[in-house]
């Protein structure tokens, strides 16, 4: 089997080397970056197994290298494990910038272990480009059908737009939805 590479982003000192020795000794090659635009380039240099970024990076923030890895066609299926501070609304922001997961200080390694495992099953990059290009192909006729059934029970342009946003799961999305349509 292939050794797994894996990006580990921390520009504290004590945390590079507990996370060096702890995925050396799980299998990992282990690359080391203290700057996120760094993360950036390397990501697509080495294509790793997984990424542990933090939120405090030079360069760019780990927010910002997530949103830029996860929107880009070359690593947006490379899994983005945050390190946070265990605030809500840091995770709940990592999320929504595109990391799979998020773990908080201080690390524990059971639990990293676990979300690294959980993460690289879900597949190879080409596995879920497949299934992604596969699915958009079944999408856009199934939105139709969605939009169709919602115009008829609507009877206002903005009924048929909460129709449709009210099977979006979550609000923040919903709201999202109903305004890009206002754009």
Not at 4 to 27: D, R, S, W
């Amino acid at each position: 089997m292939a050794q797994k590479n894996i990006i580990v982003a921390v520009n504290v000192p004590a945390e590079q080397v507990f996370l060096q020795e702890l995925l050396t000794a799980e299998g990992f090659c282990v690359t080391i970056i203290d700057d996120g635009k760094k993360v950036e380039t390397q990501s697509k240099a080495l294509k790793p197994h997984i990424i542990l970024i933090d939120t405090i990076l030079p360069g760019l923030n780990g927010y910002q290298v997530i949103r830029v890895i996860s929107q880009d066609e070359e690593t947006k299926y490379i899994p983005i494990i945050l390190i946070g501070s265990g605030e809500v609304a840091t995770e709940k922001w990592g999320i929504r910038q595109g990391a799979g997961a998020v773990i908080t200080r201080p690390i524990n390694a059971q639990a990293l272990l676990e979300k690294i495992s959980l993460l690289g099953t879900k597949g190879s990059a080409e596995t879920l480009l497949l299934a992604e290009q596969r699915l958009a192909y079944y999408i856009g006729p199934l939105a139709k059908v969605l939009v169709n059934k919602a115009a008829q029970e609507a009877t206002s342009k903005a009924q048929l737009y909460q129709i449709l946003a009210s099977n979006i799961p979550g609000n923040d999305d919903q709201k999202e939805f109903l305004a890009s349509l206002e754009k």
